[in-house]
């Protein structure tokens, strides 16, 4: 991977794109509280789990054989994942850090989509429970993987363009100033406006009659409030963990 700072920005940018879509296939449907409740999934013997839980652990059971959690942003929501089952060669990733898992966000970016679900969706219930959550998963894991990306690699960009403050700032373990030190509020705000003209692009064209519109601020409070923070706690960790 090219520790290019713009060229890491290209590919976040070009996250946005897979987030947002993925955002508004899940809002087709009603909130459909059902599957996110223990014991209502229909499988049997499964009755501490939610049929969203079981959707989930389901498809990063696949992902995980197929060596999907390999790659340094690929990091998995649940535990007690199968082995790869493929041998997986990755290139090098030019980080300084090997244990990726060190900086697994997902049970954060877990709960606060599923906050954010009560502000994507309509309320209510439709039955379409199976599409619901397959959307769910595809959602979930286009946002964790724009979170991880940003906080390994931008992180490690950040640190080799400036390595005396930041080692500094390492060794005082100073959290705050370092989440001072990597603040670029212009950045965040392009970022945020970025978001709100794709959101209305991209619905620009739908017909409201057959499909159901969100609200742009919608996407663009989850990434001001949400995914940019989570990043940066990301980038934050992933520091705190490069000079040992």
Do not use: W
Not at 58 to 63: I, T, V, Y
């Amino acid at each position: 991977m090219s520790l290019d700072l713009n060229i890491i920005a290209s590919k976040l940018e070009g996250l946005e794109e897979t987030i947002i879509v993925k955002l508004i296939d899940r809002a087709q449907f009603r909130l459909n509280e059902k599957i996110y409740l223990p014991g209502q999934s229909g499988f049997m013997n499964e009755e501490e789990k939610s049929l969203f839980k079981l959707r989930l652990f389901f498809q990063e059971s696949m992902d995980a054989q197929f060596g999907r959690f390999k790659a340094p942003e690929e990091r998995p929501f649940c535990k007690g994942l199968p082995q790869a089952m493929r041998i997986v060669s990755m290139p090098p990733s030019g980080l300084v850090i090997d244990d990726y898992e060190s900086i697994n966000m997902s049970l954060e970016i877990e709960t606060s989509y599923l906050d954010l679900l009560k502000k994507l969706c309509r309320p209510g219930d439709d039955g379409q429970y199976g599409s619901s959550t397959e959307h769910d998963v595809y959602a979930l894991q286009s946002i964790a993987r724009r979170i991880h990306f940003g906080a390994l690699y931008v992180s490690e960009c950040k640190f080799s363009a400036d390595p005396e403050t930041y080692s500094a700032l390492i060794t005082a373990h100073d959290v705050e100033a370092l989440n001072l030190k990597l603040t670029r509020k212009e950045v965040e705000d392009k970022i945020v406006d970025r978001v709100r003209e794709k959101v209305e692009s991209i619905q620009s064209k739908a017909n409201p009659k057959v499909r159901y519109l969100i609200n742009p601020e919608t996407a663009v409070e989850y990434y001001r409030n949400t995914i940019i923070p989570l990043t940066k706690k990301g980038e934050i960790a992933y520091l705190l963990k490069r000079l040992k």
